[in-house]
T-cell receptor, first 112, second 113 residues
Framework: GAGVSQTPSNKVTEKGKYVELRCDPI?????LYWYRQSLGQGPEFLIY????????DSGLPNDRFFAVRPEGSVSTLKIQRTERGDSAVYLC??????????FGPGTRLTVT | AQSVAQPEDQVKVAEGNPLTVKCTYS??????LFWYVQYPNRGLQFLLK??????LVKGSYGFEAEFNKSQTSFHLKKPSALVSDSALYFC???????????FGSGTKLNVKP
């Protein structure tokens, strides 16, 4: 079956611009996670959705970052006033059980 | 607080030799431990997990991991390495409230022919 998909695969934007990153989870998966992976580092938790609600957003670095999942399926990570330090690979994962996560290929964001 | 440490940035082994990628953890409560592999320009792929039970866990692609509570370790192992095993490996621990995974910094495995 189809896995987790993320669009775009690459995004280059200028400092100060607004970006949206999209995640399509595996059909039926109720939990959805966003992570950020900087070069040479492991994924860093950003936010977790259970259904439509953000159950844990403790990993969002500041109020420029926001994520939604309005219908409990597709999620969008939104970054306002992008900064060069936001450059990273943004990973999405979904799951049906607490013990596994299925990751998408990621969106590579470059802020120039 | 939960955390994992991968002390080696890189591991090099010859094809056919056994491999070990090290991971130590720090958790409050029962540990839920995982290994993931990441190939270039691809997402993380699940290899195996320890939740409870037998300390030796078998996973995908011939990998296994040994949970050692006294040493707080969860090392990844494979009896005979393949060149195609060359990738980036991440150890992770799940938070007690099941909301997030904490990942190590990764170990690059290089298997030479």
């Amino acid at each position: 079956g189809a896995g987790v998909s993320q669009t775009p695969s690459n995004k280059v934007t200028e400092k100060g611009k607004y970006v949206e990153l999209r995640c399509d989870p595996i059909s039926g998966h109720t939990a959805l996670y966003w992570y950020r992976q900087s070069l040479g580092q492991g994924p860093e938790f950003l936010i977790y959705f259970q259904g439509t609600g953000a159950a844990d957003d403790s990993g969002l670095p500041n109020d420029r970052f926001f994520a939604v999942r309005p219908e409990g399926s597709v999620s969008t990570l939104k970054i306002q006033r992008t900064e060069r330090g936001d450059s990273a690979v943004y990973l999405c994962a979904s799951s049906l059980t607490p013990y596994e996560q299925y990751f998408g290929p990621g969106t590579r964001l470059t802020v120039t | 607080a939960q955390s994992v440490a991968q002390p080696e940035d890189q591991v090099k082994v010859a094809e056919g030799n056994p491999l070990t990628v090290k991971c130590t953890y720090s958790v409050s409560g029962n540990p839920y431990l995982f290994w993931y592999v990441q190939y270039p320009n691809r997402g993380l792929q699940f290899l195996l997990k320890y939740i409870t039970g037998d300390n030796l866990v078998k996973g995908s692609y011939g990998f296994e991991a040994e949970f050692n509570k006294s040493q707080t370790s969860f090392h990844l192992k494979k009896p005979s390495a393949l060149v195609s095993d060359s990738a980036l490996y991440f150890c992770a621990v799940r938070s007690n409230n099941f909301n997030k995974f904490y990942f190590g910094s990764g170990t690059k495995l290089n298997v030479k022919p």
